[in-house]
């Protein structure tokens, strides 16, 4: 089993600036993908920023600039950086891992979730 934790969210002005981390625990070797997604009421759960084991990233056109993922394979930990900050980010975060390796030697593709962490973006 993988549990995922989150914290950092809460409140910023616009233009201020927050920092989201999520920690995986379980019988974990390592994790290929991580990412953050993000979801607001009526609308469907939209990627915001991948990285690689390798150290690869990609990023939504929206946040392209003003976020920065980044990892910590050591400790199976990574991080949103989120700056610049506009009232459109206001959305829960969600951070995901993928194709997950497990000491049994096993791989999974099944996607794990984090339990979510609001971002409220207002003046």
């Known amino acids: 089993q993988v549990q995922l934790v989150e914290s950092g969210g809460g409140l910023a002005q616009p233009g201020g600036s927050l920092r989201l981390s999520c920690a995986a625990s379980?019988?974990?070797?390592?994790?290929?993908?991580m990412g953050w997604y993000r979801q607001v009421p009526g609308k469907e759960r939209e990627l915001v920023a991948g990285i690689t084991s390798g150290g690869n990233t990609n990023y939504a056109d929206s946040v392209k600039g003003r976020f920065t993922i980044s990892r910590d394979n050591a400790k199976n930990t990574w991080y949103l950086q989120m700056n610049s900050l506009k009232p459109e980010d206001t959305a829960v975060y969600y951070c995901n891992a993928k194709s997950v390796m497990f000491t049994t030697g096993w791989t999974t593709a099944r996607p794990y979730w984090g339990q979510g962490t609001q971002v409220t973006v207002s003046s």
């Open positions: 379980g019988s974990i070797v390592s994790i290929n993908i």
